[in-house]
């Protein structure tokens, strides 16, 4: 069995609300995005893996992915219109 990884664990609700943010906010998924949500987001020797962890969840992120960040369709829709893959 995997052990759990213990940052998920830790930032769970930090990450769906920098997903929220991204989404909602109608925001780029770039890099410099992430990397500025990441430092405002948790201390900085966190800071890497949080950011990896948010720039996967971005692009893994799709319809069948929404309720787990608490987000609804219309607000993906929006935001995949402007950041189409």
């Not at 830790?10 to 992430?34: C, D, F, N, T, W």
């Amino acid at each position: 069995m995997v052990e759990p990884d213990p940052l998920k664990i830790r930032y769970h609700e930090a990450l769906i609300e920098a997903v929220q943010s991204i989404v909602k906010g109608l925001l780029a998924p770039a890099e410099a995005v992430i990397q500025q949500i990441s430092l405002e987001t948790v201390p900085r020797n966190d800071h890497t893996v949080f950011a990896l962890l948010l720039s996967e969840a971005l692009q893994h992120l799709h319809e069948g992915r929404l309720a787990r960040y608490r987000l609804k369709r219309s607000e993906y829709a929006a935001w995949r219109k402007l950041y189409p893959r």
